[in-house]
C-alpha cells in the first residue's frame, strides 16, 4: 500500500516538475522572440550596425526589436561591400516611412507589417512580384529594374502620387488612383494599359512597350506624355488640351491631329512611316518639333 502510494506521488511529482520546465521553456522562448528580431542575412546586419542601428554591433543574426522600432528611415542602398539577398527582420521595423533598398539582390519582399511607409524604393533588385495591400500611406514608390510581372494592392494606397514601374516584365496594367500624379512604366512588354480613372495624372511616361492602343480622354490634366516605341496606330488627344510635351515617334500611326494641343511646345512624332502629315491649327506654334523628312505639319491633311 505504501509503495504504492510513493510510486503515485512521484509520478505526479514528475509531471509537475516537466509542466514547469516546459512552461519555463516556453516563457524564455517567448521572451527572446519578443526581445530580439532574427537577421539572418549578414550583409543586412553589417548595414545596420555601420549605421548604428544594431546597437549591440555584433554580427550574430539579431538585434533588439527596440532598436528595430525606433527607426523611422532606413537606407540600405548599394554598397560593395555588402549585397543584401534577404530582408527578413523588416517586419520589426514598424516605425519605418522611408526605405531605400536598391542595388542589391532581393528576389522577394514582405512589407506587410511597415504599415506606415510613405517612400519605398526598391530599384535594382530581381523581385518578380510585390504586394502593398498594407501599405496604404504609400506616397512614392519606385521598383524600377526589377522582374515584376506583378503589383497587386495599388488600389490601398489612397496617396500615392509617384510610381515608377519602369524596367520589369509587366504585360498588362491598370490603376484607378486619384491622387497619383506621376507614372513611369516604360521599357516593360505591356499590351494592356488602362488609367481611365487615375483622372489627375500629369506625367505619363510609357516608352517601349507592345501597346498598339491607348485612350487617355479621361485624362484632361496630362501634361507630358510620352509613349514612343510602341506600336500605337491612332490616338485621340482632343481632351488633353494642357498637354505640353508629346512624344510619339516609332509607333505605326496612320494620323495625327495636335490641332487641339495648343499648349504643345515639345513634339516629336518622326520615325512613324505611314504618318505623312501631322494636323495643326492655323496659327498654331510649337516650338520643338521632331519630324522625318517625309512628314509635314499642316492645317489639311488629306
Known amino acids: 500500500m505504501y509503495k504504492d502510494f510513493f510510486v503515485g506521488t512521484a509520478i505526479q511529482i514528475a509531471i509537475i516538475i516537466t509542466i514547469l520546465i516546459t512552461s519555463c521553456s516556453r516563457n524564455d522562448t517567448d521572451s527572446y522572440e519578443n526581445k530580439y528580431l532574427e537577421i ?52 520589426g521595423f514598424v516605425g519605418l516611412r522611408k526605405l531605400s533598398v536598391m542595388q542589391h539582390e532581393l528576389v522577394s519582399i514582405d512589407l506587410s507589417s511597415n504599415t506606415l511607409l510613405d517612400t519605398l524604393y526598391l530599384a535594382g533588385n530581381f523581385i518578380s512580384s510585390i504586394d502593398v495591400s498594407n501599405n496604404p500611406n504609400l506616397i512614392m514608390l519606385d521598383v524600377q529594374s526589377n522582374q515584376l510581372s506583378a503589383i497587386n494592392g495599388l488600389s490601398k494606397a489612397a496617396h500615392l502620387k509617384e510610381l515608377n514601374l519602369s524596367f520589369n516584365e509587366l504585360e498588362e496594367f491598370s490603376i484607378e488612383n486619384e491622387t497619383l500624379e506621376i507614372l513611369k512604366i516604360s521599357n516593360n512588354l505591356l499590351h494592356s494599359f488602362d488609367v481611365k480613372r487615375s483622372i489627375n495624372l500629369k506625367n505619363i511616361l510609357l516608352t517601349t512597350n507592345e501597346l498598339t492602343s491607348v485612350d487617355f480622354g479621361k485624362n484632361v490634366k496630362l501634361e507630358t506624355l510620352l509613349i514612343s516605341d510602341n506600336k500605337i496606330q491612332n490616338i485621340d488627344l482632343k481632351h488633353n488640351t494642357g498637354l505640353t510635351h508629346l512624344y510619339i515617334s516609332s509607333n505605326s500611326l496612320t494620323d495625327l491631329n495636335v490641332g487641339s494641343n495648343q499648349e504643345l511646345i515639345d513634339l516629336k512624332v518622326d520615325r512613324n512611316p ?24 499642316n492645317t489639311s491633311c488629306e
Open 40 to 91: 539572418p542575412d549578414s550583409s543586412f546586419e553589417a548595414i545596420l550596425i555601420e549605421h548604428g542601428i544594431d546597437s549591440d554591433g555584433v554580427l550574430n543574426q539579431r538585434m533588439l526589436r527596440k532598436d528595430a522600432s525606433e527607426v523611422s528611415v532606413l537606407d540600405l542602398n548599394f554598397s560593395s561591400e555588402c549585397v543584401i539577398s534577404d530582408l527578413t527582420g523588416i517586419e
Open 274 to 297: 505611314n504618318l505623312n502629315c501631322i494636323r495643326i491649327e492655323s496659327g498654331q506654334n510649337i516650338p520643338n518639333v521632331s519630324i522625318s523628312e517625309y512628314q509635314e505639319l
